[in-house]
């Protein structure tokens, strides 16, 4: 589980890096992709909670190497859990990192930019 773990992480990077270097993405992708964010934020929920009840019963407290692990997975999956949250409620945007503009004027004026764009877009549909 935890190699899965890690796999799971570095597609993550991944895919970031995809979305920043402008791969494109289709809208129906993009709908899967919040489906698929919503079902995997329940299931950690569950999974927190799973492991909180596994960690009353006697067996685990009395095997400090099964407890400490329980631990140690219910808190990893906890802090993604809350992770997805906060990244769910914040904005993305695509640029090219190699983008000469960008680069000499920074993240700001990216940002910026991107607003600009987004504001122009959303006025025109």
Request: charged share 45%; proline share 2%; with cysteine.
């Amino acid at each position: 589980m935890i190699q899965l773990d890690s796999r799971k992480h570095i597609d993550i990077c991944l895919t970031a890096m995809e979305v920043l270097e402008g791969e494109g993405m289709l809208s129906e992708e993009k709908e899967g992709l919040v489906e698929g964010l919503r079902e995997h934020m329940e299931f950690e929920a569950g999974s927190v909670e799973r492991a909180d009840r596994m960690l009353r019963n006697v067996w685990a407290k009395e095997n400090k190497g099964l407890e400490e692990l329980l631990r140690k997975l219910r808190d990893d999956e906890r802090r993604h859990h809350e992770t997805l949250k906060r990244l769910a409620e914040k904005p993305f945007f695509r640029f090219d990192p190699r983008d000469f503009v960008v680069v000499m004027r920074g993240l700001k004026f990216a940002e910026e930019r991107y607003t600009h764009q987004r504001d122009r877009l959303e006025k025109a549909e």
